[in-house]
């Protein structure tokens, strides 16, 4: 059985490394050792979870995931679910019992998506915990709550619509005191489907001919508004909600296969645009959205 360690942080800034990790991997049996685990949020979670099934359509098998040896970390990881959820992916040593979720910074515990009674599901449960955490943490308007619930029902749709493969999404907020002096809500979606590239491939590869990549995929959807349907007002979710994101002075990505794109507030320095990234299947979407300073109140 092969071995391969966890990093000990996995958050949006460092899941490529994990990435790094499992893209090495081929027929051989895998066991994931996680043992020093010492952070991780809502993008490590799904990471960790589309790095499973990776490694089943790679290795053909099952890999073996060893939880963290920090009680804290297993702990939050089972009040987040994780571990219910990872038991369709894993064979799990001795993981730690569920926990209630209890806290308050929890909007979202990860869920399966896989149909649209999933989505409506979703929507439904963060509503008022949603209300919470925009309005008291984050101090956005009331009419906040139904703008996330949009951009909530688009990030799970699109698992539906582009990846035609049941994805996770997950969401909680954070308070950033010394690296951005505020708190930050982290919605994070993800899935290990068909990725943009062979979603849109089929009604837009032929206009790009060579150029036609996982980053023109990504411009094409993210920039350019294009989409798989063939009749105008469907697909439009990105553009909606990168319009919202930047309202709010968020930031969103969306990975897929071997290229990311972002866009950014000056708060942040993720590139916009990177490439040659460890090649994964399916899609990843991130959304950071900030408390809003004093200044803008």
Not at 53 to 58: A, D, I, K, S, W
Request: hydrophobic share 40%.
């Amino acid at each position: 059985m092969k071995v391969l360690e966890v990093p000990t942080t996995l958050d949006y800034r460092s899941l490529d490394r994990l990435l790094e990790v499992v893209t090495g991997a081929h027929d051989e049996r895998v066991l994931l050792d996680a043992r020093r685990l010492r952070w991780v949020d809502p993008v490590g979670m799904i990471g960790l979870l589309s790095a499973g099934r990776f490694l089943v359509g790679e290795t053909g098998h099952i890999p073996v995931l060893r939880p963290p040896e920090s009680p804290e970390v297993s702990g939050y990881l089972s009040r987040m679910g994780f571990f219910d959820r990872a038991k369709d992916g894993f064979e799990l040593v001795s993981p730690p019992p569920r926990r209630s979720a209890g806290a308050s910074d929890v909007l979202l515990e990860l869920s399966t998506i896989s149909e649209n009674h999933d989505v409506h599901d979703v929507v439904e449960r963060v509503q008022e915990r949603a209300g919470h955490i925009l309005s008291r943490t984050l101090r956005y308007p009331p009419s906040a709550v139904v703008q996330f619930s949009v951009i909530l029902s688009e990030v799970c749709q699109n698992i539906l619509e582009h990846a035609e493969a049941p994805g996770w999404v997950a969401a909680q907020s954070y308070n950033w005191t010394k690296r951005l002096g505020r708190h930050v809500l982290i919605l994070a979606v993800g899935d290990t489907g068909r990725g943009f590239r062979s979603s849109l491939g089929g009604e837009h590869s032929g206009r790009f001919g060579g150029r036609w990549s996982d980053s023109t995929a990504l411009e094409a959807a993210f920039l350019h508004g294009l989409t798989r349907f063939p009749d105008q007002g469907r697909g439009q979710g990105i553009q909606q909600m990168r319009r919202q994101v930047r309202r709010w002075n968020g930031v969103i990505s969306v990975r897929s296969g071997t290229a990311r794109i972002a866009d950014v507030p000056d708060w942040e320095d993720l590139p916009p645009l990177e490439e040659d990234l460890p090649a994964f299947p399916g899609a990843q979407i991130t959304i950071l959205l900030p408390e809003r300073s004093q200044e803008s109140e």
